[in-house]
C-alpha cells in the first residue's frame, strides 16, 4: 500500500544537526512532490519546505530558510530534511506528506507518514 | 503570504448535532483548500479537498463548501468518533499555510 516512514528524530543539543528521513513505498516516488509539515507539541500544523519530483527546485518557510536542507534520492525512494543550528523552537514532530506531480504541483497531502519526533533541549 | 483565519479555535457539540467550522483565506484561493482531521498522536488525516470533493472512504457525513474566500466545512452529524482537531490548508500557493486549526469536543 502506498506508505511514507519518517526516521531520525531524536534528542540533540542547542546549535547541533541532525538529519531526518522519509522512506516511501507502494507509489512512483519520482513522480511526485514532497513536504516536510511540523507540529510543535500542542500546537498546530506549521509547512517547513518542499522539493519538486525531480528535485529542480526546493521552497522553505520562513522560520527554517537558511538552516534546514530538504533533498531526495529517487533511486532510493527516500526524502531527507537536513536540519542545521537546531534550536528549542525546532522541537516538534516532523511529518512527510506526498504532494502533487509535474502538472499539480502543490495539490495533494493526500498521504502522510506517522512523524518522527524532534526534541531540541541541553 | 495567504493568511487563513480558522474558526472557532474549539467546540463543543452532542452527538447529532451538526456542526460548522469556517476558513477565510486573506486573498483569492480559488478552490485550493484542504480540510484535514488529525487525532491526538496520529498524522493528519485528508478528509476534503478542491474545497468540496471528498476523500474516499470518507463518510457522507463530512462536507465542504466555498463562497469567495470564505470556506466552509461541515459534519452534518456529529458521531464519537469524529473528535479530533480539524485543520484547513490553501495550496494556491507557496507558502502553503494551514488554519489555526479547531478542535471538536462531545458535550
Known amino acids: 500500500q502506498v506508505q511514507l516512514v519518517e526516521s531520525g528524530g531524536g534528542v540533540v543539543q542547542p546549535g547541533r544537526s541532525l538529519r531526518l528521513s522519509c522512506a516511501a513505498s507502494?507509489?512512483?516516488?519520482?513522480?511526485?512532490?514532497l513536504h516536510w509539515v511540523r507540529q510543535a507539541p500542542g500546537k498546530g500544523l506549521e509547512w517547513v519546505a518542499i522539493i519538486w519530483y525531480d528535485g529542480s527546485n526546493e521552497y522553505y518557510g520562513d522560520s527554517v530558510k537558511g538552516r534546514f536542507t530538504i533533498s531526495r534520492d529517487n533511486s532510493k525512494d527516500t526524502l531527507y530534511l537536513q536540519m542545521n543550528s537546531l534550536r528549542a523552537e525546532d522541537t516538534a514532530v516532523y511529518f512527510c506528506?506526498?504532494?502533487?506531480?509535474?502538472?499539480?504541483?502543490?495539490?495533494?497531502?493526500?498521504?502522510w507518514g506517522q512523524g518522527t519526533t524532534v526534541s531540541v533541549s541541553s | 503570504d495567504i493568511q487563513m483565519t480558522q474558526s472557532p479555535s474549539s467546540l463543543s457539540a452532542s452527538v447529532g448535532d451538526r456542526v460548522t467550522i469556517t476558513c477565510q483565506a486573506s486573498?483569492?484561493?480559488?478552490?485550493?483548500l484542504n480540510w484535514f482531521q488529525q487525532k491526538p498522536g496520529k498524522a493528519p488525516k485528508r478528509l476534503i479537498y478542491g474545497a468540496s470533493n471528498l476523500e474516499t472512504g470518507v463518510p457522507s457525513r463530512f462536507s465542504g463548501s466555498v463562497s469567495g474566500t470564505h470556506f466552509t466545512f461541515t459534519i452534518s452529524s456529529l458521531q464519537p468518533e469524529d473528535i479530533a482537531t480539524y485543520y484547513c490548508?490553501?495550496?494556491?500557493?507557496?507558502?502553503?499555510?494551514f488554519g489555526q486549526g479547531t478542535r471538536l469536543e462531545i458535550k
Open positions: 507502494g507509489f512512483t516516488f519520482s513522480s511526485y512532490v
Open positions: 486573498h483569492d484561493i480559488g478552490y485550493y
Open positions: 490548508q490553501h495550496y494556491d500557493s507557496l507558502p502553503i499555510t
Open positions: 506528506a506526498r504532494a502533487g506531480t509535474r502538472s499539480a504541483p502543490l495539490h495533494g497531502m493526500d498521504v
